[in-house]
Structures are given as structure tokens and as C-alpha cells.
């Protein structure tokens, strides 16, 4: 038993560095914009459904589909950043909600109307391999999925502290008019975060359709974990998104395991709650 719950919690690990970069672009977004995005479970979806059609028609590996995933998800937050968040930037937070949730079921009906509402993957040679050390084992393609998501965290790293363009962020964060006096070019800085946030979205669709089904329906799914990650963790804090996903990931595994797997989703939800009962800001919220 006590093997069993360990393979669990290792595997759920992995599974949770998935959602931990999923909240990872939404509390970026607002620790830097203060844009509440909702959609960004939707900017998932899109690059997933584009991997899973190159590698059906053209048998390219999802993995090397980032290649084309990476600037394409990039140019995808410019362009709604441009001509959707731009508009919301003064608004109140309901309207960045009502706006991004208007878009999500705009996203949902057209890939519905393109792609149909069947759940597909991408069976790869390596979908179903396992890695074995001793009496541990793990998923193979959740595990190079775990990897590049720790990647991104260690790049989004860099990027933010040795930067001039994170730096900036980090000002605009801390005061928007402030680093206007200063000279930083905060409308620039906001579409650069915009599309860093879609990117790395756009990267967590490509490594997770190797073993993860998805429909145009799975967006939602997307959005409720990294919106429960977020929330955990506290809004604007990427630590707390990581954690708060990987917390996420240990609990929806075990569940699975011992329990029924629509019983994680029950208790993700009802952590959630506890947390904005007792620590409205999150865990690491300030």
C-alpha cells in the first residue's frame, strides 16, 4: 500500500507541473497586468488540437511541433492581447471575466464546428511506455511533459530577474505610473507578458497530448485547474501556482487511485474553498 501511494504521489507530481504552468500564464498575467484571463485554459486547447492534427496528418512528434506551437502561441497572446485586453485594461475585474469567458465558448464552438467534440489524443511510440527505477514507476511522457514544464519555470526565472524586458515587468508590476515616470514603455511590457503567457500555455498543450484526451470541451476542464492552482497558490505569486498545481496533481492521482478520479476534481475544489475561507490572499499570496 505504501508503494502504491508513493507511485501515486510521484506520477501526480508529474501530472501537476502540467497545471502548474497552465496557472503559471494565468498568474502571470495578473500579478503583472492585474487581467484577470479566463481564457487561458482555451489557449491550451488551440495549440493542443494544432499538435494532435500535425502529428495525424504528418506524423510530426509533439514535441517537435513546439517548434512551430512556440511562435505561433506567441503571435496568438500579441493579437488578443492587441485587440481584446488593451481595451479591458482599466476595466473592473467582472468585465476581464465576462470579456475572456465570452471568448472561451467563442473558442469552444469553433473548434467544435472544425474539429467535432470527439476526445483524441496523440498515440505516439512512447504513450504508453513507463520508467521503472527499482519499485518506482512513473509515466514516460508525463515525465518529459514534468520536465519541460520545469524548464519553462527556470526560463520564465531568468527571463524575469536578469532581463531588461522582465525587469520592467516586474516594475509595472509593483507600480504602473511609477515606471511610466521612469521611461519603461508599459503598454509594451504588458503585450510582452500577454504573449509569454499564451506561449507557455501554448507549450503545455503540446507536451500533454501525447497521453491527456482532449475535446473542444477539455478547455473548460484546463481553466478550473489552473484557476483552483491559482487561487491555492495566491494570485500574482508563481511559486504558489506551482505548488498550488502540483497539490492539485497529488490529490486528483491519489484519488484515482484508492477512489474514484472524479473525487480529485471534488476535493481540488474543496481545498479551494477552505483556502479563500481562511487565507483569502493563498498560501503564498500577499
Given at each position: 500500500m505504501f508503494i502504491v501511494t508513493l507511485n501515486a504521489t510521484i506520477n501526480g507530481l508529474l501530472y501537476g507541473s502540467i497545471w502548474g504552468i497552465?496557472?503559471?500564464?494565468?498568474?502571470?498575467?495578473?500579478?503583472?497586468?492585474?487581467?484577470?484571463?479566463f481564457a487561458q485554459g482555451?489557449?491550451?486547447?488551440?495549440?493542443?488540437?494544432?499538435?494532435?492534427?500535425?502529428?495525424?496528418?504528418?506524423?510530426?512528434?509533439?514535441?517537435?511541433?513546439?517548434?512551430?506551437?512556440?511562435?505561433l502561441s506567441f503571435g496568438l497572446g500579441l493579437l488578443?492581447?492587441?485587440?481584446?485586453?488593451?481595451?479591458?485594461?482599466?476595466?473592473?475585474?467582472?468585465a476581464h471575466i465576462v470579456v475572456t469567458l465570452g471568448l472561451c465558448f467563442f473558442i469552444e464552438n469553433l473548434l467544435l464546428l472544425l474539429a467535432g467534440g470527439d476526445l483524441r489524443n496523440a498515440v505516439t511510440s512512447y504513450t504508453s511506455d513507463t520508467i521503472q527505477?527499482?519499485?518506482?514507476?512513473?509515466?514516460?511522457?508525463?515525465f518529459w511533459a514534468s520536465a519541460v514544464a520545469w524548464i519553462c519555470v527556470f526560463l520564465l526565472f531568468l527571463f524575469l530577474k536578469y532581463t531588461d524586458t522582465g525587469r520592467s515587468m516586474r516594475a509595472a508590476a509593483d507600480n504602473r505610473e511609477g515606471a511610466r515616470i521612469v521611461g519603461i514603455h508599459v503598454d509594451r511590457v504588458y503585450l510582452i507578458a500577454f504573449g509569454v503567457s499564451v506561449l507557455i500555455a501554448g507549450i503545455a498543450g503540446a507536451v500533454i497530448i501525447p497521453f491527456y484526451l482532449i475535446s473542444p470541451f477539455t478547455g473548460m476542464d484546463f481553466l478550473g485547474k489552473a484557476f483552483a492552482a491559482v487561487i491555492i497558490g495566491g494570485l500574482g505569486s508563481i511559486p504558489g501556482a506551482m505548488i498550488g498545481g502540483l497539490m492539485i496533481g497529488v490529490v486528483e492521482s491519489i484519488a484515482g487511485v484508492f477512489f474514484k478520479a472524479s473525487l480529485g476534481n471534488a476535493v481540488t475544489f474543496f481545498i479551494m474553498i477552505l483556502v479563500l475561507l481562511f487565507k483569502p490572499n493563498g498560501l503564498f499570496g500577499e
Open positions: 497552465i496557472a503559471l500564464g494565468f498568474t502571470l498575467v495578473f500579478g503583472v497586468m492585474d487581467f484577470v484571463n482555451f489557449f491550451v486547447i488551440i495549440p493542443a488540437f494544432f499538435s494532435y492534427f500535425l502529428f495525424v496528418s504528418w506524423e510530426i512528434d509533439p514535441y517537435l511541433s513546439l517548434l512551430f506551437i512556440m511562435p488578443v492581447y492587441k485587440y481584446v485586453g488593451v481595451r479591458l485594461l482599466d476595466e473592473p475585474h467582472s527505477w527499482g519499485w518506482m514507476m512513473m509515466s514516460y511522457p508525463r
